[in-house]
Structures are given as structure tokens and as C-alpha cells.
């Protein structure tokens, strides 16, 4: 069986998907063939093999932007209009995609890939994986799609208003890696692997695999706020702010570190992560019984990722580096504080959709089983 999974480095989360449901694929059987493509960054077409570098300078600098982007777009019929407007400059990519063989079956991980997917391979079976938790653009719910894969009860309503007919709209999870499942009594041996002490617990804090936002502030806040804990830095592929985190003078213990591939470890070491509100870092932690402090939401997509986890009970809402150093310090300092700190792994863990990846893999080999058996 041949799988097509194409994905967009736009933000962390597309990707991450597409190489957990790659993994789940091949974890179901040695005969499955799983090829990931990114056709933006194949197209050498402006702006399409731009938008992986200005995607975090936008988030970063000119987020105003971005919002009223959303917004504006953010209907069936614009989106349509948008993708038959970019269809002819994308169109020798996805000839090529083509000719390099056809899939038993394709899924999308990125909203603006589906339609072009759809265009290429008419006759083959099509699934979308929404990686927005809640406040998804239109763009994604696209109702030629055999199936439309959503993560959580809210975006599945919303792939009905949206017009995807209702036994093609199934609410599965989002796909994490086992890396992030949490086991029963392994924080300190994973906090002794790590490097990190046993006796203090540690926060991360992480923008995201572009490490945006205001993570400097943070960082020094928390340092700043001398509260009982140790704290572990992640700036991605920001590698400027890796640089002036590691020549500052820091107060208490803090570790920093680039990209990794050890996240899974950290939240299922930490007592608690600082972090925006993505969605795939959102279900990671969930899946690691990791409390959350959410600092910030990209407008538009995430902005009702805040009110999912507050209302899981698994985090917090603090928009300024104050509010997150309270939000810590109501863990961290008193004698309710372990309790509380507690309390919100526990409901972190009560959200998890941990297994999301294996039974989305089940989905895309029923579709391409099921064209199999027509044929």
C-alpha cells in the first residue's frame, strides 16, 4: 500500500503530524509505503517556497496581520476563490507529484494543500487531518474530502456548519508520538536521564518549533520571581535566542536548548509547561499529564485553544510574563499548591487523546482498502 502525506512547514504542528501518522502507518504494517511531501517548498514558485521563513517573522512581528488575514478569508467562498487563483502557478508541482506514482490513498495535514491534492489525484482517496483544535479556518472543512479527521468535538461542528456532510466528519484526536505518553512513576528516573535535578521540580517553557513569542520576558521572570523550581528552555530553530539566553547570568538553575527531539521525555519529566496555544503542543502535554501555563495565542486558529484548556481544568490562561510567574507561583508556593498542581496533571491527563495516531492510521487504510474492493 503507497500513502501519500503531504504537509507544510508553516509552524511546527503540520509536520509533526504527518511524521506521527507516517509512524503509526508503519508501526500497522511493514508493507506500507509512506511518502512525505511538502509541495510549497518543492514549487520554487513565489511566495509558496516562501512561506515556511515568513510564516514565524509574521507571527512575530505583525501578528495584527495575520489576524485580519484570518478573518477576512475565513468563508468557503473566498477560500475557493484563493485556491483557483494559486492553482495555476502550484499546478507543475503537482503534475510532478503525479508522475512520480499514484497513491492507494493521500492525506492532507495542511488546510491550503487539500484542494490542489484533490485537483492532481481526482480518483483516489482523500483524507484531511485537521490540526486546529477549535477555531480552525474554513479552508480546512473541504467537502470533496472523503473524510475530514478532526481532533476534538468543536472542530467536527465546525466541519458540519462548514458543509462536510456529516458521515465524512469524524472527531478522532490529534496525532501525537508515543514519546509524549505518560507511564506511572517515571518522572524522576526521565528528570535523571534529562540531567535535571530530582529534588526540585523543573518548568519548560517553548514557543513552538520557531520559538516565537515573548520567551526572553518569560524566561526572565521567572528567574526573576525565585520560585521553588528549575527551569528548561527550549527556542527551537531560533537560534539567535538560544545565543543571548545561554550569555545571560542567570539566578537560579536554568537549562537551555535548541531543537530537540527529547520533548516527549521533558513533559513527561516536568511539573508544569509554559508555552502558546498550539495545538499539537497542547495535545503533547495533554498526553503527557504535563499542567499547562498558556502565555499566548496566535490570533484566529488558536485563539479557542485557551478556552478548550481552561475548560479541561488542564491549564491556565496568563497573557503577560507577570500573570505566568503567578500562574507558577500558585503550583509551586503554599501548601495548596502541590494539590493544585496535581489537579491539573490529572485533568491534562483526562483530555489526552494519546492513541489518535494509531486510529487514524486504521482510517486511512480503510480508504484505501475500500477503493481496493470498488476496483
Known sequence: MRVLIAFSDTGGGHRAAANNLRDALQRRSEHIAVR??????????????????????????????????????????LTACAHALAWPA???????????????????????LTSPLRRAFRDVPLAVVVTDLVSGHASWYYRKADLVITPTSEARRQALAFGVAS????????????????????????????????????????GGGDGVGPLEQIAEAIDGAALPCDLAIVTGRNAPLAERLRARTWTGCVHIYDFVNTLGLMLRAASALVTKAGPGTICEAFAAGC???????????????????????????????????????????????TTQRARAAQAALAAARPFAADEIAERIVGLANARALSR
Open 36 to 77: 512525505l511531501v511538502d509541495p510549497y517548498a518543492m514549487s520554487g514558485r513565489w511566495p509558496f517556497d516562501q512561506l515556511s521563513a515568513a510564516y514565524p517573522r509574521v507571527i512575530n512581528g505583525a501578528s495584527w496581520l495575520w489576524r485580519s488575514g484570518f478573518r477576512l478569508t475565513n468563508s468557503r467562498g
Open 90 to 112: 502550484l499546478r507543475p508541482t503537482f503534475a510532478a507529484l503525479h508522475e512520480d506514482g499514484v497513491p492507494d490513498v493521500i492525506v492532507s495535514t495542511h488546510p491550503l
Open 167 to 206: 458521515a465524512r466528519a469524524i472527531e478522532v484526536g490529534l496525532p501525537v508520538a508515543p514519546s509524549f505518553v505518560h507511564q506511572r512513576g517515571e518522572q524522576q528516573v526521565l528528570a535523571r536521564q534529562l540531567g535535571w535535578s530530582v529534588e526540585r521540580p523543573t518548568v519548560v517553557l517553548i
Open 291 to 337: 499542567p499547562l501555563v498558556l502565555y499566548g495565542a496566535i490570533p484566529g486558529q488558536e485563539s479557542g485553544n485557551v478556552q478548550l484548556v481552561r475548560e479541561s481544568g488542564g491549564g491556565v490562561w496568563a497573557p503577560s510574563a507577570e500573570a505566568v510567574t503567578n500562574a507558577l507561583r500558585a503550583w509551586f508556593v503554599g501548601d495548596e499548591a
